[in-house]
């Protein structure tokens, strides 16, 4: 609520008024050479009604402080160069006068810091106006603690320097604390029937309070009883009302009715029983020496009623300075009003006139001869001296002295030595204020300082002796209740006592009968032996059921696609034989070079169950009653996040456990399998599927896990997943254990075992609930990085180095790596703590599940459908990414594979043999062949190695592909140092082939004179060309590295062309040559003729270099 509501219509007409006259008046200021502070004192000249002026200031009150505060700071230094001139206004109490006398000050420049008032309602528009003055104006007032002046954002330059009621709710706070007090009800004076007044100011004090209790944790809504004293007289129903709800009962009223207060609850038997506490806030005048007063006044019978009656009540007030100095300053004071303003009403008058003031007390009250100045008053001293010392500051740093935006800046936010000692003001503004809790000492009559609230450390001390009316605090909420409804009438009719005594029999047989039955079942149960399962049962169903289960799909299907789901073990048993008995192998998955610890599935009634082979070195197992029982739990154990135990085999030698088959394998599997992509919410829902299946095992007798590993999570169908592989611990103790020191499987399996059990000769079986913990950090760290277990920056680092660092405890402890992550950094401080060195450090499950939670609340749901459907769409979209990257990698490997062909054969034949069509042999009535070789070739790979051999055939052939790239040919092998090309098949080109050949072969022969042998750089590689053109058949021999092959007399006829020519010369054909003749742009030499092995005598030509008409 506001500290301006309330205000009537003539009061808003008058603040248009005032607004209006800002915008007229000229506030334009000009610096007078000699720096003089203009000081508008708001302050009522007369006492006026106390609900306008609830602390009592006057002029004449604050006058003498203000002045001798002046003169103070002007002698230690603080105001050289400076003067301050005082402008008195009378508010008269009123809540327009104060704002307009502001205005007018302002607009007649005589205003550059406004001090004083004497109520909120007055002060408030002022405060709000002054920020947006020019420059600003400084408002500093001694009063003012209402929480809704707490906004700087509209009060910008507001200085309280008796703080804020906020500080008076966080000492209740404290007191209640450390009293143990969780309920109060609140009773205080409001004017109730006098809105006109406004609001109380008990009414602010308990709003400041009631905020503070809200915003604190742990504390309701107070039950809330006001009154307005001056018409409610009727103070037991008043205390009748608040004792239904609270034993502690927090007051604000005057004196006065404090008093009356407390005499009607003795008379209600609420003070000496010392059921109930009353605490008074009285902030506005000193009700210690009030009460004190009075109950030195009185008779001694009196008096020790009395002490009776106050026993109950604390006082909190605000903290009174002791010092010296404040006690000199207080006679400085009382001196100067009586020798310079000659104001009587300085020292005091006789408490029973002052008393008739409503508040009780003048602002100097008199006892004896003891005069005290209340902090209201005395708080002027101190505001000057902030003022001058933050308008020092000002100057010095070059600014105006009417700058009240930086002289507002250099009040807030310091500390400095005030009259009654340090004070600090906030960034806000606000004085840190303290507060004192008094209780009556029963001895001495007078009521002490037990405990202070100091407001700076925020800390409540307490300093003295508490008295109590009953001995003891009294309880926050009766044994009874309020109402006595928790406890009931104790005189019991007979027939009562009879139905308790029939019910508590029936009860007591009940549960006797209870008892025996679950005895009863039990024993039934434990030899019903639920849980055995037959050898047979495994092995020994008949063919056609296996058949049937080999062909289910859902069972089956992973056992194919996915090799590491499920790893099954080479040596079974011959009774188990491969997909067509009831149980399978499947290949091994290796892991650092070594196999995982295997895992067997079979049929079991229908259904796929996981097989775990026991090495028990026994003829038979001993059925204790301990084994008994433990097998029976682990076989009613259910949970979703935990396997099913099926049953055990204890037929010999088949010892085994059969549990629920979960086809996605383990953690690791998923967690190793780079196809499979996880992102947040798998890893989250994953995450959280563990700990809410720890958090059950631990939950039951088994208690702990104690080989919880990510191989020992197993993931279903559905993508949940379980923990495996845990209790029964009296069988595993019946197991032989073969410990192979040298295997690194040894020591990979102790990854995740905590060190405090590495350092244990003996470790327990079933592990320790913190060894859990640590398991599941190490678990933790393989799912949020995917680098394997226990990843470290040294890669080369062995898995038995890294158990026995893991077990030394060095310091600082070794554990694995740590890199940069997307993941939320409470996952990976929760993960560092979970492995701490220190097993008392680490979280149980039950406080990382509360952690966890918040984290996965938007993956998770309370359907359960909706889980399931997430992950598997999940696994689907998953499944989908990974098809298509498949899919693109087979197009890409397939289109390599296609050019690869089409370079080995032409491109039509190719397609056609992809398409699975037949390529039938073509005959082309006339092509070109082209045939050539190297001269001396022989004796050039008698003087080389192999390897020059092969580097030089592959550089001359690689140069020669370049080059018929260009032209419309096409290459049919080579053969050694033989090159073969035809030009007109398997694409016919009419009898361009003749043209396409030439210009080739010119080309190769130009190339070939360039050529360089690397191993031999001086020696020139000399090529025998041979050119013919005919008819030829072509067709693919062969379905095994098929070719394309050329036949019939054409090729013989190129093949002797070449073989008859000589080196560097191109042999060309008179079939040949008549077809270059059509072109006419090829040069032709005649040779003659030559005879030809099989052709006889043939003319032929040599090939010269293109005519000018030939363009290559």
């Not at 009378?90 to 109520?119: H, I, M, R, W």
């Not at 703080?163 to 205080?188: C, D, K, M, P």
């Not at 006082?315 to 010296?324: G, K, M």
Request: glycine share 6%.
């Amino acid at each position: 609520m506001k500290a301006d509501e309330g205000v009537g219509p003539v009061a808003l007409l008058v603040r248009v008024v005032l607004c209006w006259g800002l915008l007229i008046c000229d506030c334009s200021r000009a610096a007078p050479a000699q720096h003089r502070i203009q000081m508008m004192v708001a302050m009522p000249y007369e006492l006026g009604p106390p609900w306008q002026n609830p602390f009592l200031l006057t002029r004449s009150v604050a006058e003498p402080v203000i002045q001798l505060a002046i003169d103070d700071v002007s002698r230690k230094g603080f105001l050289n160069n400076i003067a301050i001139d005082l402008h008195f206004r009378n508010t008269n109490c009123s809540d327009t006068l104060g704002p307009y006398y502001a205005v007018e000050a302002y607009c007649a420049k005589q205003l550059d810091v406004v001090l004083g008032f004497a109520s909120a309602y007055a002060l408030a528009p002022v405060a709000r106006l002054s920020g947006f003055w020019s420059q600003g104006v400084p408002v500093i007032t001694t009063i003012a603690q209402v929480d809704s002046l707490d906004d700087r954002s509209v009060y910008k330059l507001l200085t309280r320097m008796n703080g804020s009621y906020r500080e008076l709710g966080s000492t209740i706070i404290h007191l209640l604390q450390l009293l143990n007090y969780e309920t109060v009800a609140f009773l205080f004076h409001s004017n109730l029937r006098r809105p006109a007044f406004g609001k109380s100011e008990c009414f602010f004090q308990m709003v400041a309070i009631n905020n503070q209790l809200l915003k604190a944790s742990g504390w309701r809504q107070p039950p809330v009883i006001d009154f307005d004293e001056f018409f409610d007289s009727n103070y037991e129903d008043l205390l009748k009302r608040a004792s239904m709800s609270a034993n502690v009962i927090l007051m604000c009223a005057s004196v006065d009715t404090i008093e009356n207060l407390m005499h009607a609850a003795a008379r209600l038997g609420m003070t000496e029983s010392g059921k109930y506490i009353f605490f008074s806030i009285h902030i506005h005048s000193d009700m210690q020496d009030d009460f004190s007063w009075q109950l030195s006044n009185v008779s001694q019978a009196e008096r020790e009623q009395d002490l009776k009656t106050f026993a109950s009540l604390k006082i909190v007030t605000l903290r009174r300075p002791s010092q010296s100095l404040y006690r000199r300053f207080e006679e400085d004071v009382k001196a100067l009003a009586q020798k310079k303003f000659n104001y009587t009403q300085i020292t005091g008058k006789p408490y029973k006139v002052c008393k008739l003031l409503y508040f009780q007390l003048c602002i100097i009250s008199t006892y004896g001869n003891k005069a005290q100045v209340t902090k209201f008053t005395s708080a002027f001293y101190d505001a000057i001296m902030l003022y001058a010392i933050a308008l020092n500051e000002t100057l010095s740093l070059g600014f105006s002295p009417r700058n009240g935006l930086e002289v507002t800046r250099r009040m807030w936010n310091r500390s400095f030595a005030g009259i009654g000692g340090n004070v600090t003001i906030s960034k806000d503004g606000d004085r840190f204020s303290d507060y004192s809790v008094l209780d009556l000492n029963p001895q001495t009559g007078t009521f002490e300082e037990v405990a202070y609230y100091a407001g700076s450390q925020v800390k409540l001390y307490v300093v003295g002796q508490w008295y109590w009316a009953g001995g003891s605090p009294p309880p926050d909420r009766p044994i009874c209740g309020f109402d006595n409804s928790k406890c009931p009438s104790k005189n019991l009719s007979p027939w009562a006592v009879i139905l308790i005594v029939f019910s508590t029999l029936t009860v007591i047989f009940g549960v006797i009968a209870l008892f025996v039955f679950r005895r009863y079942k039990l024993e039934a149960e434990l030899r019903t032996m639920s849980w055995r399962i037959f050898w047979d049962e495994l092995s020994g169903q008949k063919k056609q059921n296996k058949c049937r289960k080999r062909n289910d799909s859902r069972a089956f299907h992973w056992l194919y696609e996915q090799r590491n789901s499920l790893i099954c073990e080479e040596n079974y048993d011959d009774s188990f034989t491969s997909l067509t008995d009831s149980l399978c192998t499947v290949e091994g998955l290796e892991l650092e070079k070594e196999k995982n610890a295997f895992t067997k599935i079979a049929n079991y009634r229908g259904q796929i169950v996981a097989v775990k082979m026991l090495n028990i070195q026994r003829n038979r197992i001993e059925l204790s009653r301990k084994l008994l029982i433990e097998l029976k739990k682990m076989k009613d154990l259910s949970h979703e996040h935990v396997t099913r135990f099926v049953g055990a085999c204890i037929d010999s030698p088949h010892y085994c456990i059969v549990t629920e088959y979960c086809p996605k394998g383990s953690l690791q599997d998923i967690l190793e399998n780079a196809g499979i992509k996880l992102d947040k919410m798998m890893i989250y829902s994953l995450m959280h599927d563990i700990i809410k299946g720890m958090v059950f095992i631990h939950s039951t007798d088994i208690r702990s896990h104690g080989k919880l590993k990510s191989t020992n999570c197993v993931v279903d169908s559905r993508f949940v997943l379980k923990i495996t592989d845990f209790g029964l611990n009296h069988i595993h103790e019946l197991e032989t254990v073969k410990e192979d020191f040298l295997s690194n499987s040894f020591w990979r399996a102790k990854l995740w075992t905590a060190p405090e059990l590495l350092r244990l000769d003996c470790p327990p079986m079933g592990g320790t609930q913190k060894g859990d913990v640590y398991s599941f950090a190490i678990i933790l760290h393989e799912m949020l990085f995917r680098r394997g277990v226990f990843y470290t920056s040294d890669e080369n680092s062995f898995a038995r180095d890294i158990v026995e660092n893991v077990r030394m405890g060095m310091q600082p402890p070794f554990r694995p790596t740590v890199l940069e992550t997307s993941f939320d950094g409470v996952i990976i401080s929760l993960m560092v703590r979970c492995w701490s060195e220190n097993p008392d450090d680490r979280p149980d499950f039950r406080m990382i599940r509360k952690q966890v939670i918040s984290l996965t609340r938007e993956f998770e749901t309370s359907n359960i459908v909706d889980n399931l459907l997430r992950r598997m769409e999940q696994y689907a979209n998953n499944l989908e990414s990974l098809v298509q990257e498949r899919t693109a990698d087979y197009l890409q490997e397939k289109q390599k594979a296609e050019n690869l062909l089409y370079q080995l054969l032409p491109k039509s034949v190719a397609s056609q043999l992809i398409k699975g069509e037949p390529v039938k042999a073509e005959a082309f009535d006339c092509v070109t062949i082209y045939f050539s070789d190297i001269v001396g070739f022989t004796s050039l790979c008698a003087d080389s190695t192999p390897m020059e051999v092969v580097n030089l055939l592959n550089d001359l052939y690689t140069c020669f592909d370049s080059i018929i790239e260009n032209y419309d040919v096409y290459k049919v092998e080579t053969i050694g140092d033989a090159y073969m090309v035809v030009s007109g098949l398997p694409r016919k080109n009419g009898v361009a082939h003749a043209f396409e050949i030439a210009r080739m072969a010119l080309a190769l022969l130009s190339a070939v004179r360039c050529f360089t042998i690397v191993h031999r750089p001086k020696e020139q590689l000399k090529l025998r060309i041979g050119i013919h053109s005919g008819p030829v058949c072509a067709g693919v021999v062969g379905l095994k590295m098929p070719r394309y092959c050329l036949f019939g007399d054409t090729v013989n006829t190129a093949s002797r062309m070449e073989s008859n020519g000589l080196p560097l010369k191109i042999h060309v054909s008179s079939a040949t040559k008549t077809l270059l003749d059509s072109f006419n742009c090829f040069q032709l030499e005649y040779r003659g003729e030559v005879v030809m092995k099989g052709k006889g005598a043939q003319v032929t030509y040599w090939l010269l270099e293109p005519t000018e008409n030939h363009v290559t």
